[in-house]
């Protein structure tokens, strides 16, 4: 379908903002940068829990939300946000973890994982993995009834569909993994990359840009950058994904979709059609993202 309207805005408003783009960036813009939030408003509003803490994993800082007000305990969602391995935080994506927790009633965990350049591929990977495991190992401290999920945006995807498999692979049993608009394949070569190659927000020159901040020199084909490269997707936890129509990333997300399909794994794909990459973060600008949050908090009720 033609690009959604809100959509158009935001491409838009993306473009006029616009000046020399990410590969103008060293390492002390790519840090102020980091620093600001344009689209910080539109986030959605930073509701009051009854729980929210700072705490560490392991090494690794993590915020934990809970709405419910009790002190029973509760199935846990992981979250890792995106922003190409090289932006992002859990200061910045607050918003969604909130959200998360109030339409789930699950206790959210988001992770702080180590960013890029400064901290290349497999840091972020190591990280994701380190919270993950700290969550069985430790599941009185974040009062989890032992029911745990993994979700994650665009580069967040990516981590949270490796540390479904690296679950798999330590004996570990994932309830679900939700992949929203994933980074499964460095290779960049799918149609939608072609297809959606400029003008949508996140354009291809983009994407090479963040595999070169994060996982420059490494094989392409190493699952735990690539995983849509994994040989074996059998066993893994019970997915969501979801794609967007006008996304680079779109494709390989499909394609990861089917892979579990067909080695058996209960999956279910949603396409956003006429939606850019991006969208499920920013409520204030897309209807779609209130959508796909419903759908997913439904989704995650029926497995946590």
Known sequence: MPLHPQARDYVAQIQAGSDEGLASLDLAAIQEMRATDPMAVHRGPLTKLPFVRDEVAEGVPIRIYRADPGDGPLPVLVYFHGGGWVFGSVKRNDATARDLAIRTGAVVVSVDYRLAPENPFPAAVDDAWTVVRDLFARPAFY?????????????????????????????????????????????????????????????????????????????????????????????LAPATVITAEYDVLRDEGERYAARLTEAGVPTELRRYDGAVHGFFVLPGLFDQAVEARDYVAQRLRGHL
């Open 143 to 235: 009062q989890s009834n032992g029911s745990v999920a993994v979700l994650g945006d665009s580069a967040g995807a990516n981590l949270a569909a490796v540390a479904a498999w690296q679950a798999r692979d330590a004996g570990l049993t994932l309830s679900h993994q939700v992949l929203v608009y994933p980074v499964l394949d460095a290779a960049m070569d799918t149609p939608s990359y072609t297809e959606n190659a400029t003008g949508y927000g996140l354009d291809a020159a983009d994407m090479a840009w963040f595999y070169r901040q994060y996982a420059d020199g490494v094989d392409p084909a190493d699952p735990r950058l690539s995983p849509l490269r994994l040989p074996d997707v059998s066993g």
